[in-house]
């Protein structure tokens, strides 16, 4: 069964940083572009980043461009997410997001608070 786990949020003060992981399961990683999304309370979820296949192409949000680096370890199975110089603008659940033979997966979310 396609599964994605995030790890990685916490509770952290504003302008620390935080790395966070999407790992997969029962599939490899290496053949699909990858994408990170967040949904804040009371807002819709948005996009964050996305990184193609192979590396060779990564998406930013202008929200967080210059402060998140998305980056993959396909050996490791596993996606990442850099995130620099918090904002409590950036407190949301933050998800990873595969689509896979014409199927959304999506996994169960972290939660990234940003708060002193």
């Known amino acids: 069964q396609v599964q994605l786990v995030e790890s990685g949020g916490g509770l952290v003060q504003p302008g620390g940083s935080l790395r966070l992981s999407c790992a997969a399961s029962a599939f490899t990683l290496d053949n699909y572009a990858i994408g990170w999304f967040r949904q804040a309370p009371g807002k819709e979820r948005e996009g964050v980043s996305c990184i193609s296949s192979s590396a060779g192409s990564t998406f930013y949000a202008d929200s967080v461009k210059g402060r998140f680096t998305i980056s993959r370890d396909n050996a490791k199975n596993t996606v990442y997410l850099r995130m620099n110089s918090l904002k409590p603008e950036d407190t949301a659940v933050y998800y990873c997001?595969?689509?896979?033979?014409?199927?959304?997966?999506w996994g169960q979310g972290t939660q990234v608070t940003v708060s002193s």
């Open positions: 997001y595969v689509r896979k033979s014409g199927s959304d997966y």
